[in-house]
């Protein structure tokens, strides 16, 4: 899109760069590893297309936040988790924002995309899922494939052209392609305006990400920023970025969030409870 000359776009992601990302992502490299996604993806962008405006969160999209979408044409979905995927489309919904789901586990993937007045993704999806990329793996190249689909939409949607509310399946293993009908399902809470996900409260406080050893814990408190840099200094070396502190395997984000490398869900509420505190 920046190559296209999409002239705004706004870059909303929680996570940092990690090795495992490179096999697929490919706008980062292995000197961008330990970096924030969407600090670093927004300077290669610029120096891709110096002419375009990018405008970058940090954060994890929830219903507190979420408001920041709410002037834009278009959303693209390029995210690894189907809460917040319900989110967008709520919010979506609710606000008649056009936006284009994507998705890809091992050799497949699906695009759709979803117009305020045609069938939503609440219509034919349920939450509940077994598959991630963490278990099952994903191929690289149907990443790619899904993406330049979904970025192709997206520019005839900003063009105006004629675009179907059809549901893309491409097995890119089998060459398979296949363009499935969705039709609007009478009981979809999100058509009928009940917006479970916008309205349901904060989710969970602690969230495994889709990479191994890494878990979000949410503070229900407001943290002290500058209080807690401060009493870690006092026991080892703290680095500040402007976005993030970086605390030996503990990431301090200013909304709260906390990132923890551990072992498992049990080792990063103790790592949090000692560091953090409760």
């Known amino acids: ?25 490919i706008l980062f ?5 330990g970096k924030h996604k969407v600090k670093t993806a927004q300077e290669k962008l610029k120096e891709i297309n110096s002419n375009i405006n990018t405008t970058i969160h940090p954060i994890h999209l ?38 284009i789901y994507a998705a890809a586990i091992k050799t ?25 990329c963490d278990a099952l793996g994903v191929l690289n190249t149907i990443t790619t494939s899904i993406a330049a689909l979904q970025a192709t939409l997206a520019l005839k949607i900003l063009l105006n052209k004629e675009v179907e509310s059809t549901l893309y399946y491409y097995n890119i293993w089998n060459q398979e392609f296949k363009k499935i009908k969705i039709n609007k ?24 990400f889709c990479s191994a050893g890494k878990y979000q814990i949410l503070s229900k408190n407001k943290i002290d920023y500058q209080k807690l840099k401060e009493n ?4 080892d070396l703290v680095i500040d970025d402007g976005i993030s502190l970086r605390f030996k395997n ?20 103790t ?4 560091y953090v505190g409760n």
Do not use: H
Not at 72 to 97: A, P, Y
């Open 1 to 25: 899109l920046a190559r296209a000359g999409v002239r705004n776009l706004i870059l909303i992601d929680r996570d940092i760069i990690e090795e495992s990302n490179l096999q697929r992502q």
């Open 62 to 99: 929830n219903q507190n936040n979420i408001n920041i979408l709410k002037e834009v044409d278009l959303i693209l979905d390029c995210t690894d988790n189907l809460q917040t995927r319900f989110l967008l489309n709520d919010f979506s919904k609710k606000n008649k924002i056009t936006w």
């Open 108 to 132: 497949s993937g699906y695009v759709l995309p979803i117009f305020p007045s045609g069938p939503c993704l609440s219509c034919f999806l349920k939450e509940t899922s077994l598959e991630t």
């Open 185 to 208: 399902n009478k009981k979809c809470p999100a058509c009928n305006q009940n917006y479970i996900y916008l309205e349901q409260n904060p989710e969970e406080n602690i969230l495994k």
């Open 271 to 274: 790592i949090y409870s000692k």
């Open 232 to 235: 870690w200094q006092k026991l």
């Open 250 to 269: 503990i990431m301090l984000f200013k909304d709260g969030r906390v990132l923890i490398k551990a072992k498992n869900e049990s080792e990063a509420q």
């Open 29 to 33: 490299n292995q000197k961008d590893i």
